[in-house]
């Protein structure tokens, strides 16, 4: 167990629906990273969130949205789905918020998407 | 565009011998690496890192060798064990760079 906790484990939608990720991170971190993995496709990064506030956006599609919550728990929000975004969303957590190789991102189990 | 790639989508070891998995990065402005792995149904844990003002980085059975001229970096598991089977993703970040990652190596380690 990674400390950090992801909910739910695995989703089946339908095209055109919205659905809620949400992600605990490890006690005492405040970065939260929300990552995508695609079919043959390495670790897409979304967005990081600090301590409440956006920190960085990366590739995350304007149907997406997300945010932390003052207990530090962040939800991804993904609307109008469509097949192509069916895929694994992992949430990672880390101590700060900075871009260092001393800042090591702890990974959840990650939410399994699926789009029918 | 894929700032981080890792060419080899899987290889093939047996126990007890050296397992070399690489990566090849474009972002010359990367000044950290990362190791990670991941089994099934489990998210990726961290595994090594080495800083770009080093060549070389070990701990325990696991090396991480970088050769910024190549933008090339290497991980050597030595002696490869069975519990060391899984999908393996080199990642390169920096102070202006989030932590890019490849799309990962499947290692499997024969008994």
């Known amino acids: 167990d990674s400390g950090v906790t992801q909910t739910p484990k695995h989703l089946i939608t339908a095209t055109g629906q919205r659905v809620t990720l949400r992600c605990s991170p490890r006690?005492?971190?405040?970065?939260v990273y929300w990552y995508q993995q695609s079919l043959d496709q390495g670790l897409q990064f979304l967005i990081q969130y600090y301590n409440g506030e956006e920190r960085a956006k990366g590739n995350i599609l304007e149907r997406f949205s997300a945010q932390q919550f003052p207990d530090l728990h962040s939800e991804l929000n993904l609307s109008s789905l469509e097949l192509g975004d069916s895929a694994l969303y992992f949430c990672?957590?880390?101590?700060?918020?900075?871009?260092?190789?001393?800042?090591?991102?702890?990974f959840g189990a990650g939410s399994r998407l699926t789009v029918l | 565009d894929q700032q981080v790639k890792q060419n080899s989508p899987s290889l093939s070891v047996q126990e007890g011998r050296i397992s070399i998995l690489n990566c090849d990065y474009t972002n010359s402005m990367f000044d950290y690496f990362l190791w990670y792995k991941k089994y099934p149904a489990e998210g990726p844990t961290f595994l090594i890192s080495?800083?770009?003002?080093?060549d070389k980085n070990e701990d325990g059975r696991f090396t991480v060798f970088l050769n910024k001229s190549a933008k090339h970096l290497s991980l050597h598991i030595v002696p490869s064990q069975p519990g060391d089977s899984a999908v393996y993703f080199c990642?390169?970040?920096?102070?202006?760079?989030?932590?890019?990652f490849g799309k990962g190596t499947l290692l499997t380690v024969n008994p």
């Open positions: 080495i800083s770009s003002i080093k």
């Open positions: 006690s005492g971190d405040l970065s």
């Open positions: 990642a390169g970040g920096g102070s202006n760079y989030k932590l890019t």
């Open positions: 990672a957590s880390s101590i700060s918020g900075t871009s260092s190789g001393a800042n090591v991102l702890t």
